[in-house]
């Protein structure tokens, strides 16, 4: 049997995926449509408004917690991504049983559970006698994010063809200057699609951020959750539509970056 396999014609798939696709994106379209309800229930419909997205932007602490994790997001993913890239370009200097150790050990943070990193992570700050606030933040993030940007890095590193740097050795180019004539013009789209993800990432998390953050830190997310705990609002819906919307921009970006990379 050549080609691809069709699971299409496999009984039950198509209503399987059916299902699947909507369990996954009514709950989705659920919060965009009730973001532009005027009633101030969640669950009752009262007519079309964007009054929820003008109490968005014109609320301090909405505002507050946007910028912080903003702050965050940047900050963390640019130095998780700088850390990645370094640790990618170690790792291809291994040996093969040291590279996989090092590619293990930097995977791990994927593998264990977050709430057991979040409790690490403040007793490590907690042991150093670091007060909690945005520099505890932007650490944790930035050691959270580097597993998830070394991702693409390393598989766009692994794409790249040795007999290119030997070219340039040839020609005289060494240390620095092929690091940056050579290396980091090849890999700026997995820098770039790593950065995003790391992006992503950070400025969603909740878990982590509410043990390590300090009472003027509050993220997005932790933002939403104390709304949540006080009653279901629009307010709600809207300021996670909006969220959605930088989602799926960053992501968008990621994907282009990656077809870029693909055909160039």
Sequence with gaps: MTGRLDTRSYPGVGSAARVAFVFLYAPLAVVIVYSFNSGPIVS????????????????????????????????????????????????????????????????????????????????????????????????????????????????????LDPAVFEAASDLGASGIRLFRRVTLPLLVPGIVSGALLAFIISLDDYLISAFV???????????????????????INAVSTLLLLVTIAVLTASYITAKWRKHK
Excluded: K, Q
């Excluded at 609320?59 to 702050?71: E, I, K, T």
């Excluded at 559970?113 to 932007?138: K, N, Q, W, Y």
């Excluded at 953050?213 to 307010?235: D, V």
């Design 44 to 159: 009752r419909w009262e007519g079309f408004s964007l009054v929820w997205y003008r109490e968005v932007l014109e609320r301090s602490d909405v505002r507050d917690a946007v910028w912080n994790s903003l702050r965050v997001a940047v900050v963390a993913s640019a130095a998780g991504t700088v850390l990645a890239m370094l640790a990618a370009l170690g790792i291809v200097a291994m040996i093969r049983r040291g590279s996989s150790l090092a590619v293990g050990f930097l995977s791990t943070p994927l593998l264990i559970p977050e709430i057991v990193t979040a409790v690490g992570t403040l007793s490590f700050f907690v042991l150093l006698d670091f007060g909690r606030g945005m520099a505890t933040l932007v650490l944790a993030h930035t050691a959270f994010c580097i597993p998830f940007a070394l991702l693409p890095i390393r598989a766009c590193l692994a794409e």
């Design 213 to 235: 953050a300090g009472p003027t830190s509050t993220t997005l997310p932790i933002f939403l959750f104390g709304l949540i705990r006080r009653g279901a609002s629009p307010l």
